[in-house]
Each structure stands twice: as C-alpha cells, then as structure tokens.
C-alpha cells in the first residue's frame, strides 16, 4: 500500500501496533483540517509490526503525553519534502494533565484548580504515581 | 530542608544530625527555653488529634515561642469552602512554620506551594505522618543506641498502619536490619513495601501470622491496633482481634532488652499490664516525639544554639 508523501507535516512512526487510534484520540488529530493518514500493522524490522500517523502540517506536539503513552514513538518533521528532525521519545519524569488520580482521598479530589501530576516511580515498569497521595496510575492502555 | 513532608525526604545523615540535637535538647533544656522567642507556630488541624497537636504546642512553648491555630476544619474558613492553598497563604503571613493535618492525602504537599513559611506534615489521611516516624526512630535509638543490626517485628495491621509503612522505610535504609512481618493475611504490608523496596535492596524480611512464634528473635516489637472496620467478616475480626493482644504472659519468650512500641492510641492490643514492663516504651515515645519536633521546630526555622 502507498501512502502519498508529505511536503510539511509529522510522521509518528514506531507507534505499538493497534495504538494509532487512542493517539490519534487523545492527540485531538480529528480537529485537524489537513490530511491525517493513518497506517495501522505496518511491517517493521524492529518491531514485527507497527502504526503510522502522517499529518500533513506541522503542529505542536505535547511530546509529554506522546512519550507517557507510547515512549517508543519516533517524531519526523517534514518540510519541503525532507526530514528536518527526528525526535526519539522516552517516558517523561512528569505528566500533569494527562491522567487522574482516582484515589478519593487524595487532595485532587477535592481541590479542583489543583493540576494532576504523577511523576516517573520506576522506569522499567513504566510506574507512575501522584505526587500527592502516590496513587499508582492506570496504565494509558487499561 | 525547607518542609517535612514525607520521612523520606530526609537522608540518614540528616535524621541523624536530627537525633543528636534532640538528645542535647534532652540534656539541656534550659539552653534551649528562649531558643524560638518571638517566633510563632500555626498548627492548624482540620481533623482532630489529641497527641499530636499537643505534642507540637508544647515543642514549641518549650522552646520559648508562641502557637496559634485551630484544631478542626470547622473553626477554620476551610468550612466556608476555602481551599487549603489561601489559607496557609492567609496563615503563613501571621506565622513562621505551621505544622498542619488534614484528611486529604497531599494537602500539606499543596501547602508548601503558598505558605512561604515551613511546613510540616502532621497527617495527611492515611498517606505521610513524619513526626511520628521520628519519635519511633528516637526512641529506638535511644533505646539502642543505633539503628543497625536490629530485627524489627511490626505487628498487627500492617496493610492500612501509615506510621508502619513510614518505619520500614526509614529501617530500610540502616545495615543488617530485618524485619518480621506480624500480621493476619488480611492485613499484611502492601505487594510494593515488598517488591519496590524489601526484595530489590535484599533486606531480610519474613511474612508470619504468630506473634509469640516470633518473639525470641525481636529487638523491637512495633504493635499497631487491629481495626475492626478493616475486615469484611465479623467471624475474621472477632478470630483475629485477641490474637494480638500483648500480654507480659506473650513476652516470656521475649529478649530482655526487647523495646516495646506502639504509636497510640491502644485500644486492647497492649495489655495495661504490660505498661510496668522496663521493656515497655510507648509512652517514652510519647516524650521522644515532642523532643523530636522540637529539633525540626529549630532545623526548619534555622534558630543555631
């Protein structure tokens, strides 16, 4: 299957196969007026299989929530046709916004102008927990 | 250190250092009255408490300055709906360090952000109580005269017990130390005491149900209340609630200098016999608890004497 180039735009490429959807969701990519292609079980040599997303403009993206969602995820920006950069991305130490602390006693709960923030327990395990009540987080997936 | 927040901020140098002031405090105290003059403590407690608040009052009278606070949230603007970052922004502009406890997890975390004075955890729900994870320290030390090599039994409800999960994991970091996990199924320590912090630093540790099997070996028995409103079974609750009831009949087996603790209040766990027992230091932690706050009281507020 062919996928016609983009001039200017961002490759997601590397994306865990069958995640192009809920990146796609939580990227707000369906408020965009340009082409959004995405490529869902695509071969790849790393990985046996992956996802693509191709936007044709460049945007800002939240590399924060990329990372926390899928930390795998190479981030290609296209102008006049070339790559201009790529971005390896990794789990952040932080995350505020992203998820909620769902411990009902915890002080998010009540205060509602507090931002919900967890940081980064433990990297392999990709644990992360309120920094208020320490609450572990769901994992984007569950 | 500009808060105390959770006993882990603390490295082993700094509760150190800690421990020594309070034990010259303990020596001195005559060097100490004047030390906080014209300094004001703001302990504001929007749940109740009994020791600690007292506790805190009393470091700070003893240290020759002044409290002001309140000792519920519906004496505060908390009930008229003010969120806790105005109002240690409101407090900290009449104080100089608040000592505060709150049933939300976190809350005295948010304080730090407004405050602009220290502040220190003194409860946050069931989360953090720092202060009395440095009376048990103080009291084993003192008991000891240090924190290594000890084989640290913690008994009964070791699952929801936050000064529990605040004592390993300050133990934790003193060589040769292990632990003796006393507790009903029900109520054993959380999975990640265990895997995040027990198993990949290679502390010793064992998981039992008797505590009079495991007795003989402890240097320090840590007794928490079994609390019936933990269990979803009657029948558990009322097979398991006598089970931990240390009586001196229990401490027969027990090492002559075992140190007996309990962070209060007790309800039956301890029998009142046992209070004559030397080996009996839960009201001494009472004591070593407010020499402890007052040490902080001085390191938060940088007062040298």
């Given at each position: 299957?062919?996928?016609?180039?983009?001039?200017?735009?961002?490759?997601?490429?590397?994306?865990?196969?069958?995640?192009?959807?809920?990146?796609?969701?939580?990227?707000?990519?369906?408020?965009?007026?340009?082409?959004?292609?995405?490529?869902?079980?695509?071969?790849?040599?790393?990985?046996?299989?992956?996802?693509?997303?191709?936007?044709?403009?460049?945007?800002?993206?939240?590399?924060?929530?990329?990372?926390?969602i899928d930390p795998g995820i190479t981030v290609n920006i296209i102008q006049d046709g070339k790559l201009a950069k790529r971005q390896h991305l990794s789990l952040p130490e932080r995350v505020v916004d992203i998820i909620h602390c769902k411990n009902?006693?915890?002080?998010?709960?009540?205060?509602?102008?507090?931002?919900?923030?967890?940081?980064?327990?433990?990297?392999?395990?990709?644990?992360?927990?309120?920094?208020?009540?320490?609450?572990?987080?769901?994992?984007?997936?569950? | 250190?500009?808060?105390?927040?959770?006993?882990?901020?603390?490295?082993?140098?700094?509760?150190?250092?800690?421990?020594?002031?309070?034990?010259?405090?303990?020596?001195?105290?005559?060097?100490?009255?004047?030390?906080?003059?014209?300094?004001?403590?703001?302990?504001?407690?929007f749940e109740p408490s009994t020791r600690t608040r007292l506790s805190f009052e009393a470091a700070m009278y003893e240290l020759g300055g002044n409290v002001i606070g309140f000792s519920e949230a519906k004496s505060s603007s908390a009930a008229k709906?003010?969120?806790?970052?105005?109002?240690?922004?409101?407090?900290?502009?009449?104080?100089?360090?608040?000592?505060?406890?709150?049933?939300?997890?976190?809350?005295?975390?948010?304080?730090?952000?407004?405050?602009?004075?220290?502040?220190?955890?003194?409860?946050?729900?069931?989360?953090?109580?720092?202060?009395?994870?440095?009376?048990?320290?103080?009291?084993?030390?003192?008991?000891?005269?240090?924190?290594?090599?000890?084989?640290?039994?913690?008994?009964?409800?070791?699952?929801?017990?936050?000064?529990?999960?605040?004592?390993?994991?300050?133990?934790?970091?003193?060589?040769?130390?292990?632990f003796v996990l006393i507790s009903p199924e029900e109520l054993r320590v959380p999975r990640y005491l265990i895997t995040d912090l027990l198993e990949p630093n290679g502390i010793p540790y064992e998981e039992v149900t008797d505590l009079e099997a495991?007795?003989?070996?402890?240097?320090?028995?840590?007794?928490?209340?079994?609390?019936?409103?933990?269990?979803?079974?009657?029948?558990?609750?009322?097979?398991?609630?006598?089970?931990?009831?240390?009586?001196?009949?229990?401490?027969?087996?027990?090492?002559?200098?075992?140190?007996?603790?309990?962070?209060?209040?007790?309800?039956?766990?301890?029998?009142?016999?046992?209070?004559?027992?030397?080996?009996?230091?839960?009201?001494?932690?009472?004591?070593?608890?407010?020499?402890?706050?007052?040490?902080?009281?001085?390191?938060?507020?940088?007062?040298?004497?």
């Open positions: 299957m062919i996928i016609g180039q983009i001039k200017d735009g961002i490759v997601l490429d590397h994306i865990t196969a069958g995640h192009c959807m809920e990146i796609y969701n939580i990227l707000g990519l369906d408020k965009l007026d340009c082409t959004v292609a995405m490529i869902k079980n695509a071969d790849s040599v790393k990985k046996g299989k992956k996802d693509i997303i191709k936007i044709g403009q460049v945007i800002d993206l939240d590399f924060d929530v990329l990372g926390y009902p006693r915890c002080i998010t709960s009540t205060e509602q102008e507090l931002h919900h923030e967890f940081r980064l327990a433990d990297r392999q395990k990709k644990l992360y927990r309120c920094i208020y009540c320490e609450t572990e987080a769901p994992k984007v997936s569950e | 250190m500009k808060n105390l927040i959770d006993i882990m901020q603390m490295s082993t140098e700094e509760l150190q250092e800690l421990i020594n002031r309070a034990l010259d405090i303990i020596d001195n105290p005559a060097k100490y009255a004047q030390a906080c003059r014209g300094k004001k403590l703001a302990t504001l407690f709906g003010e969120s806790v970052a105005d109002t240690v922004r409101t407090v900290g502009c009449y104080a100089d360090i608040i000592a505060m406890r709150h049933p939300k997890e976190g809350a005295p975390l948010v304080a730090t952000r407004t405050a602009g004075v220290p502040v220190v955890n003194a409860g946050d729900g069931g989360h953090n109580h720092p202060t009395q994870t440095l009376a048990d320290l103080l009291t084993i030390y003192r008991e000891k005269g240090t924190f290594e090599n000890l084989t640290v039994g913690l008994c009964g409800d070791l699952k929801f017990g936050r000064t529990v999960h605040s004592l390993i994991s300050a133990m934790s970091r003193y060589p040769g130390v292990r495991a007795m003989p070996q402890l240097d320090i028995l840590y007794m928490t209340r079994v609390q019936r409103e933990r269990f979803f079974n009657e029948a558990d609750y009322l097979r398991l609630k006598d089970t931990y009831i240390l009586t001196p009949e229990k401490l027969r087996t027990a090492k002559q200098d075992l140190a007996i603790l309990h962070p209060l209040p007790r309800v039956n766990e301890i029998s009142v016999a046992v209070d004559d027992d030397p080996r009996a230091c839960y009201f001494k932690q009472v004591l070593n608890g407010k020499y402890m706050r007052m040490a902080l009281i001085l390191k938060l507020l940088e007062v040298n004497v």
